[in-house]
């Protein structure tokens, strides 16, 4: 009984030695956070009901192509399957160092059997003359067998946290790579969503440049018509031509940029190009789509590469307790039992059996500043880390404030640009209308419908550029995502989410 207590009490005072972990706790930087966003004066807020939850954020946009490319990309996006493999492998060095923390159990067993053959053997004995050596004769030969199996244990005790830090470390480095994983994803999925609306522009390009080209072919008739009475002179038929050819070119090159669009999209939805066949569209389907916007400090909560930057941090701050641990000794328990006889079939007899109990303590007395300049180096590399950390905060910030003046000063330039096209259309309307009454020359129709032309091509510019803003701003705000989505300790070493 008495024994037994010793045991216990020994057991419980390894275990509160064990307790006690070197190096700072971790405490989460402190990072430049704005009491509001300062471009979000009149910004018009989301009503409750475009708020709530519409299940993944490109839905807002209200195009089921755009959902189903979302999907596939989801599923078969390189970067992501990427991205997702370095978590599971962050996620299995956790699970490898926790293991640390056990003992270690090894079982061996070996047979031999050897001869020692008839003849003379050569030995060697030392004298006062030297090395003598010394031969005897044999009569005859001898068979040796030897059996032995064993069982053994080792353990080196986590005193001083060394363990537990690089545990608490690589939980860290795995969390890392989970928010990692989630910018990655929110990263294709604005990169899907962007890609997408350019190419609905490109068609929308085509089918103005389409517009533009018939439209050419029709003035080059009337050019025609006129020089072929005598009304006009050549020059007019040539200038029509040259107009019309131009028009040709630039729908060529539209359709260029829709092709090449189209290829960017099979490669970030997972497919070769030439497995991959958007048909365009009549109509250019936008549902510009209502962004809520959160307060400033949450924006930390909800940016997935903001998180993997704390998280980086706290693996930082977990690698110098790893580094001040070498400064304490360090202690390993070990045990070793097992049996070994000459013959198998007492091999397991009890006086075969053998067992050992040890300890070793190690310490290292003079190292000539390596741990001191390993611990700095960890704490330099900790400093690093928190700088990383709040230029991204900082970066953060800029990106939503971007693109908040972005979409409000586009909407009016939107309206702007929309008055442009209606009076560049009624003055081309007016000039091909004199031009046929003889009244203006036709430069006078030419330079009016170019400007339509470009005022309509930069129409569909702003709206480009407003879609963009809007994909933009919402990835700026997470996409949805939060930080409460990263995996805990429980679900980095068992790959379940509680």
Same mark, same amino acid.
């Given at each position: 009984?008495?024994?037994?207590?010793?045991?216990?009490?020994?057991?419980?005072?390894?275990?509160?030695?064990?307790g006690c972990a070197v190096g700072p706790n971790y405490?989460?930087?402190?990072?430049?956070?704005?009491?509001?966003?300062?471009?979000?004066?009149?910004?018009?807020?989301?009503?409750?009901?475009?708020?709530?939850?519409?299940?993944?954020?490109?839905?807002?946009?209200?195009?089921?192509?755009?959902?189903?490319?979302?999907?596939?990309?989801?599923?078969?996006?390189?970067?992501?399957?990427?991205?997702?493999?370095?978590?599971?492998?962050?996620?299995?060095?956790?699970?490898?160092?926790?293991?640390?923390?056990?003992?270690?159990?090894?079982?061996?067993?070996?047979?031999?059997?050897?001869?020692?053959?008839?003849?003379?053997?050569?030995?060697?004995?030392?004298?006062?003359?030297?090395?003598?050596?010394?031969?005897?004769?044999?009569?005859?030969?001898?068979?040796?067998?030897?059996?032995?199996?064993?069982?053994?244990?080792?353990?080196?005790?986590?005193?001083?946290?060394? @363990?537990?830090? %690089?545990?608490?470390? =690589?939980? $860290?480095? !795995? +969390?890392?790579?989970? *928010?990692?994983?989630?910018? #990655?994803? /929110?990263?294709?999925?604005?990169?899907?969503?962007?890609?997408?609306?350019?190419?609905?522009?490109?068609?929308?390009?085509?089918?103005?440049?389409?517009?533009?080209?018939?439209?050419?072919?029709?003035?080059?008739?009337?050019?025609?018509?006129?020089?072929?009475?005598?009304?006009?002179?050549?020059?007019?038929? @040539?200038?029509? %031509?040259?107009?019309? =050819?131009? $028009?040709? !070119? +630039?729908?060529?090159? *539209?359709?260029?940029?829709? #092709?090449? /669009?189209?290829?960017?999209?099979?490669?970030?939805?997972?497919?070769?190009?030439?497995?991959?066949?958007?048909?365009?569209?009549?109509?250019?389907?936008?549902?510009?789509?209502?962004?809520?916007?959160?307060?400033?400090?949450?924006?930390?909560?909800?940016?997935?590469?903001?998180?993997?930057?704390?998280?980086?941090?706290?693996?930082?701050?977990?690698?110098?307790?790893?580094?001040?641990?070498?400064?304490?000794?360090?202690?390993?328990?070990?045990?070793?039992?097992?049996?070994?006889?000459?013959?198998?079939?007492?091999?397991?007899n009890a006086p075969n059996r053998f067992w050992s109990?040890?300890?070793?303590?190690?310490?290292?007395?003079?190292?000539?500043?390596?741990?001191?300049?390993?611990?700095?180096?960890?704490?330099?590399?900790?400093?690093?880390?928190?700088?990383?950390?709040?230029?991204?905060?900082?970066?953060?910030?800029?990106?939503?404030?971007?693109?908040?003046?972005?979409?409000?000063?586009?909407?009016?330039?939107?309206?702007?640009?929309?008055?442009?096209?209606?009076?560049?259309?009624?003055?081309?309307?007016?000039?091909?209308?004199?031009?046929?009454?003889?009244?203006?020359?036709?430069?006078?129709?030419?330079?009016?419908?170019?400007?339509?032309?470009?005022?309509?091509?930069?129409?569909?510019?702003?709206?480009?550029?407003?879609?963009?803003?809007?994909?933009?701003?919402?990835?700026?705000?997470?996409?949805?995502?939060?930080?409460?989505?990263?995996?805990?300790?429980?679900?980095?070493?068992?790959?379940?989410?509680?």
């Amino acid at each position: 009984m008495i024994h037994t207590a010793r045991k216990s009490s020994l057991f419980v005072g390894l275990s509160l030695l064990a307790g006690c972990a070197v190096g700072p706790n971790y405490q989460r930087p402190k990072a430049p956070v704005p009491p509001a966003f300062k471009e979000a004066d009149g910004w018009k807020q989301a009503t409750p009901a475009d708020a709530g939850d519409r299940g993944h954020w490109w839905q807002a946009f209200s195009d089921p192509i755009l959902n189903q490319l979302e999907d596939d990309a989801a599923t078969a996006n390189p970067t992501i399957a990427q991205a997702l493999a370095n978590y599971e492998q962050a996620r299995q060095v956790a699970r490898g160092d926790r293991a640390t923390f056990l003992p270690t159990i090894s079982a061996t067993g070996s047979a031999q059997r050897s001869h020692t053959g008839s003849g003379r053997s050569v030995s060697s004995g030392s004298s006062s003359t030297g090395t003598t050596p010394t031969i005897t004769s044999t009569p005859g030969g001898s068979i040796n067998n030897s059996f032995s199996t064993s069982l053994g244990a080792s353990w080196t005790l986590d005193f001083w946290g060394r @363990i537990r830090r %690089q545990v608490e470390a =690589d939980v $860290a480095a !795995a +969390q890392t790579s989970a *928010a990692d994983l989630a910018n #990655a994803r /929110l990263s294709i999925q604005a990169t899907v969503a962007e890609t997408y609306f350019q190419l609905r522009v490109a068609d929308e390009r085509v089918r103005l440049r389409q517009i533009a080209v018939d439209a050419y072919s029709r003035t080059l008739q009337i050019a025609q018509n006129k020089y072929g009475v005598g009304v006009v002179a050549r020059s007019d038929v @040539i200038s029509a %031509q040259a107009q019309l =050819d131009a $028009a040709r !070119a +630039q729908l060529i090159d *539209a359709g260029i940029q829709r #092709a090449q /669009l189209e290829h960017a999209l099979a490669a970030l939805v997972g497919k070769a190009p030439g497995q991959f066949n958007l048909p365009p569209q009549s109509a250019l389907p936008v549902q510009m789509p209502a962004i809520p916007l959160a307060l400033p400090s949450e924006l930390l909560e909800r940016r997935p590469d903001v998180a993997a930057e704390e998280r980086n941090v706290a693996a930082a701050n977990a690698r110098i307790g790893v580094q001040v641990a070498a400064y304490f000794p360090q202690l390993t328990l070990s045990a070793n039992g097992g049996y070994t006889s000459s013959a198998l079939g007492s091999l397991f007899n009890a006086p075969n059996r053998f067992w050992s109990l040890g300890a070793n303590l190690g310490d290292t007395l003079f190292d000539f500043g390596r741990r001191g300049a390993e611990v700095a180096a960890a704490r330099a590399s900790y400093d690093a880390a928190v700088a990383a950390y709040r230029g991204t905060v900082l970066r953060a910030f800029q990106q939503v404030e971007d693109n908040l003046v972005a979409l409000r000063l586009l909407e009016q330039e939107a309206q702007v640009q929309e008055n442009a096209v209606n009076e560049a259309a009624e003055a081309a309307r007016i000039a091909m209308n004199e031009y046929r009454a003889g009244t203006v020359d036709f430069t006078t129709v030419a330079n009016a419908q170019v400007i339509e032309a470009n005022n309509r091509q930069t129409a569909l510019t702003v709206l480009q550029n407003r879609l963009n803003a809007s994909v933009a701003l919402i990835q700026a705000l997470g996409g949805g995502w939060r930080s409460d989505n990263l995996p805990d300790s429980h679900a980095v070493f068992s790959g379940k989410k509680d």
